[in-house]
């Protein structure tokens, strides 16, 4: 087993409300803060770390055993990580994965990545479930508490943050054959890889464009559908997006969009998103597809979510999906309309595969 030696330094994680948890620091020796949330996910940790739309946030591993695979190269949703720390139980600096290409201390190191280990995680999520998402900082350099208050009092709430932008490409680029059936215009609020492999696979082209991309410029380019992906940050300061999204569905095109995307088409149909107590993060979480009856394992990760009444009450939409866990929306659709969305990740990886027929149903909206 290959591994790295970690200098024993003390670390300290400050909730919002004043709880305050001590522990060890793992990754880069300094100061974060953010949103902190939990993830149930039994694998994928580098996923997570690199999946956009964790931006901002401060990730609380639940599965006790964090870093004994290592990381691979191949398996990054995004080129770095994008999160703000981490919080793990027990933190393995070493690993037993033949094909890893480094361990993950090494990796948070090179990417200034803050974390702590040694902690009962399991308490601080059961506190967080209780209490709410609330904002917290993590420090292995400065130890005191009315200290590092002032500093998390400086740390802006997600609720009406803004974040898509600076996640998003800064320039518009071309994935897939040029000669593919069905070209795809993705409006990219913080994508990860997944759902552009998942796109590629089923021989579309496609344009990745920045965040604030209009309708008239992602027309230029004359594609067969449009895809609004996921991203960090609350669906209802990105005025920007809901035009777009609104002028697509106004033009009766093909449109598909997951999670931020989801949200989105949501708020362009006149129905309200709100913040969520405390979020739906992991692999595990069961849906219904009210149009089939069957039920689906779904990947999910969002603080946000559309409202049930009022999408319930309106005329222009229809609930397609639902959490059974709060009973919360899990899909929609626009009535008369080549235009639907999820909340949760057909893409999912790791995760169960149940739901990979939606980017089937996309390209089959865009055949007709």
């Known amino acids: 087993m290959q591994h790295s030696e970690i200098p024993q330094r003390p670390a300290v994680l400050l909730l919002e409300d004043g709880t305050q948890f001590d522990g060890e620091a793992i990754g880069k020796i300094g100061i974060s803060g953010g949103e902190i949330c939990f993830n149930t996910g039994m694998t994928g940790y580098q996923e997570i770390y690199t999946d956009p739309s964790y931006y901002g946030q401060i990730i609380v591993n639940t599965t006790a055993h964090i870093g004994n695979y290592g990381v691979l190269d191949s398996e990054q949703e995004s080129i770095h990580p994008q999160i703000r720390a981490i919080v793990v139980n027990s933190f393995s600096n070493g690993y037993s994965r033949k094909q890893a290409d480094s361990d993950l201390q090494k990796y948070l190191e090179r990417h200034d990545v803050v974390g702590i280990t040694n902690i009962d995680t399991r308490k601080l999520v059961r506190h967080i479930r209780s209490k709410g998402a609330m904002n917290a900082i993590i420090s292995s350099e400065e130890l005191s508490t009315d200290a590092l208050k002032k500093k998390l009092a400086e740390v802006p709430s997600m609720e009406g943050l803004e974040l898509s932008s600076e996640v998003s490409t800064k320039e518009a680029f071309l994935l897939g054959d040029s000669d593919a059936a069905k070209r795809v215009a993705v409006l990219d609020l913080g994508i990860k890889t997944s759902i552009l492999n998942n796109l590629l696979k089923r021989g579309c082209q496609c344009k990745v464009f920045p965040a604030q991309t209009t309708y008239a410029e992602m027309q230029e380019w004359n594609p067969d559908g449009f895809f609004i992906s996921n991203g960090p940050g609350d669906p209802s300061a990105m005025d920007y997006a809901v035009q777009t999204v609104k002028e697509i569905i106004n033009d009766d095109r093909?449109?598909?969009?997951?999670?931020?995307?989801?949200?989105?088409?949501?708020?362009?149909?006149?129905?309200?998103?709100?913040?969520?107590?405390?979020?739906?993060?992991?692999?595990?979480?069961?849906?219904?597809n009210l149009e089939t009856g069957l039920s689906e394992m779904t990947s999910q990760n969002h603080g946000f979510s559309v409202d049930l009444e009022k999408a319930e009450h309106a005329d222009n939409v229809e609930v397609t999906h639902l959490n059974l866990n709060d009973n919360t929306v899990a899909g929609l659709k626009v009535k008369g309309k080549k235009a639907f969305s999820v909340q949760y990740h057909p893409e999912s990886s790791p995760g169960p595969h149940d739901s990979r027929y939606l980017f089937d149903r996309f390209v089959e909206l865009m055949e007709k």
């Open 254 to 288: 093909p449109i598909f969009g997951i999670c931020l995307g989801h949200q989105l088409l949501g708020l362009a149909s006149g129905i309200s998103t709100y913040k969520m107590h405390h979020g739906h993060r992991g692999l595990n979480h069961p849906v219904k």
